[in-house]
């Protein structure tokens, strides 16, 4: 049965017939699974049988989950996850969803643009390359532009449309409907480096990360200042864990080498990447992660307070007017 809003026309009617995505990560499957409960056909592509049978197991448990939580469940039948790229054929839309590398994604983009129809939108995931320069050497290029969703994608409420110079305004039309169909709220913004989004993000992140190093607070202790005290929904931290630090480390030096050194990451990032711990995906991050949610902090003693330079006299309680 395909899901429906309460009231209206059905999210699908809105919706390519078939929508495929280039790549079942974390990133990916999330995508996929958006598309599915909207009452779309998905195709995911993967490199080979063993990461396509983990991409089909991550993308029917999340469904399972919305299921649980009162979704009405799509019929099984909307997905395929194959490692056959020529299941492109007959997409409304494609959406690259591998990881952040330039030649990487240039590749499976232009591969992808060679087996979709004409007038099918091709789009990216990414959350900071450039949007022209992944474009180069594609034929239709008015028809390319960057749909960055965000981790988790299912939780995430907003996608961000990121316009190359050569993208044309049906391009952005269509998205901006697709993304309204999947009850999310789409911004547009020209292509930059790190978009708006992830400029943002990642330079909060990486100071959240520079405090742990200079033992300035734990990471429980930093979290709990933003989410409290400016009402962010997650911590800076615990949102690095979920995206992964080493996709947050490859953010971070292309936008240092785009923008300047604000971007450059602190050596405990790189340090922690290089030991393996790469946050929710690998167990353990800035958090230890044993059952898919954040348990305990990776640095849990709280810095002393500092001790007074010699020769400072006790403090005294002020004296107070009558």
Known sequence: MTPTPATGTPASASLPARIAVIGGGRMGS???????????????????????????DRILEAVEGSVRRGAVAPDPARLLVTVTWEALAGAGL???????????????????EDLLPVDAVLA??????SIDALAAGLRRPDAFLGLHFFNPVPASALV????????????????????????KTAIAVRNSPGFASSRL??????EAIRMVEEGVATAEDIDTAMT??????????????????DVRL???????????????????LRHMVAEGMLG?????????????????????????????????????EPERPE
């Open 124 to 129: 990216t995931n990414t959350s900071s390359l």
């Open 250 to 268: 490859d953010i971070a030096e292309y936008l240092a080498r785009e923008l300047g050194p604000r971007f450059q990451p602190p050596a405990l």
């Open 30 to 56: 999330g995508i996929a699974h958006a598309f599915v409960m909207a009452g779309a056909d998905v195709a995911v592509i993967e490199r080979d049988a063993s990461a396509a049978a983990e991409a089909r």
């Open 160 to 183: 961000e449309i990121v316009l190359g110079k050569a993208t044309a305004p049906s391009t952005v039309r269509s998205a901006e409907r697709w993304i309204a169909a999947l009850g």
């Open 201 to 206: 993000g990642v330079l909060l992140g990486l």
């Open 94 to 112: 494609a959406v690259e969803a591998v990881p952040e590398v330039l030649d990487f994604k240039r590749r499976a983009l232009r591969r992808a």
């Open 280 to 316: 929710r995906k690998s167990g353990q991050g800035f958090f230890s992660w044993g059952d898919g949610t954040a348990d305990v902090p990776l640095l849990t003693d709280r810095p002393a307070p500092p001790e007074p330079p010699a020769g400072t006299p006790p403090a005294t």
């Open 228 to 245: 409290l005290g400016y009402k962010h929904p997650v911590g800076p931290l615990r949102l690095t864990d979920l995206v992964g630090l």
